[in-house]
């Protein structure tokens, strides 16, 4: 094995955090094995209470992933075919898919270079008479400047629904991602900050209204066992993945802590390096770093000179939506979008996960040193 493989630093390591929970995850296991309540049963009902409580919303409702729960909100705010609904153009796929699998279009908006996240001034010209709904993304691990894209939303009655997939725990102005809009949307994907043992997504909300909706959404549109008053999907969450988060929920805000940590740490020696511009973390809030991305100048050879080192990377996202084949259609041209191409160009994900060690980071920051001169 060349050495540097065998130094390699893994890009998350899901197998550190189950070692330093294993006990409490293995029993909270097996006391729903010994339930035999495998659906919507008392651990789900209790992770949307915790959840709730932990977002600072009055109501949460489980879900069976990130992408339905954007799905469903969006749905139980009233978008339907021939809507539209602003969504940035630097973010993951999900965010999109969504509003054309309701029928609704898309429309792209540009980002802010500084945070990634979606540009409230770039918002205006985008709106039309067919406009029902923005979804600003809290990419990273941050929130969107969420006060003046509120106020916009408020102006031209337009719904929020917040993608918080990667934003468990961060804050704005001291509220939770996800309690700020109409609707959050968290995301439980295994990498996510909180990681279930499978797919899993909650919805959390202050309106009791659109949580009847949308606990009724989840069961095919029942307003009790068997009748159904609407169409709607089958998207629930089940006990063993509530049972799961329920352990996990309890170290998150630890977990997070850590990760901050971390990015201090990568800010601190990455800052001396030219070229390399590392996260701003804005004045309203805190981060909870999901990801590290710096911006690099020729990327993909950095890329490259860093997985020689035995430093793994990733890219966040190459093809920003509006320049994604399936979109070719809504007619958007290179140059249409230019912080979204940009960002797209120039982003790097570090590894980051709450166990990883001082030498580690120092490790990582050296290695971009050399990749970036070289
Ligand atoms: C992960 C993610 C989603 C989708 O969540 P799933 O649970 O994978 O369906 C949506 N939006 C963003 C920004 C994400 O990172």
């Known amino acids: 094995m060349p050495p540097q493989i065998a130094n390699s630093i893994p890009a998350l390591d899901l197998r550190a955090q189950y070692a330093s929970i294993r006990e409490e995850i293995q029993a909270a296991i097996q006391a729903v094995l010994d339930s035999q309540i495998f659906i919507l049963g008392p651990q789900v009902q209790a992770l949307e209470q915790e959840l709730a409580a932990y977002c600072g919303t009055q109501y949460a409702i489980g879900v069976a992933s ?31 898919d969504v509003v054309s699998l309701l029928g609704a279009t898309p429309v792209f908006a540009d980002i802010e270079p500084a945070t990634f996240t979606l540009d409230p001034s770039k918002l205006e010209p985008l709106l039309t008479r067919r406009t029902r709904a923005i979804i600003p993304v809290h990419l990273y691990g941050q929130t969107a400047d969420m006060d ?43 990498t996510k900050n909180l ?45 063993i993945q509530a049972a799961v988060l329920r352990v996990k929920l309890r170290h998150l805000n630890d977990w997070n802590s850590s990760r901050r940590r971390h990015a201090s740490e990568y800010t601190r020696g990455l800052g001396k390096i030219s070229g390399v511009v590392p996260p701003k973390v804005a004045e309203w809030g805190e981060h909870v770093f999901h990801q590290y991305t710096v911006r690099v100048p020729r990327r993909d050879e950095v890329q490259r000179a860093l997985a020689n080192e035995g430093v793994p990377s990733t890219v966040y996202y190459p093809v920003p939506l509006h320049l994604q084949g399936i979109y070719r259609s ?30 580690q980071i120092t490790r990582v920051v050296e290695a971009v040193e050399h990749a970036v001169g070289a």
């Open 66 to 96: 990130g992408t339905d729960a954007l799905l469903l909100a969006l749905h139980a705010c009233g978008v339907r075919a021939g809507h539209e609904v602003i969504v940035p153009a630097f973010t993951y796929i999900a965010t999109a």
């Open 148 to 190: 003046p894209l509120l106020e916009f939303a408020r102006h031209h009655g337009l719904q929020v629904v917040e993608d918080a997939a990667q934003a468990i725990g961060a804050t704005y102005r001291g509220k939770r991602a996800g309690s700020i809009g109409e609707l959050g949307c968290l995301s439980f994907y295994p």
């Open 195 to 239: 990681g279930g043992y499978g797919d899993g997504g909650m919805i959390v909300s202050n309106s009791p209204e659109l949580h009847d909706r949308l606990r009724s959404l989840r069961s095919h549109g029942e307003t009790r066992k068997y009748v159904s008053a609407e169409q709607g999907w089958n998207s629930r969450l089940d006990e």
């Open 330 to 359: 809504l007619g958007y041209k290179s140059g249409s979008l230019p912080e979204a191409e940009r960002a797209s160009a120039e982003c790097l994900s570090l590894p980051i996960y709450p166990e990883m060690s001082g030498d």
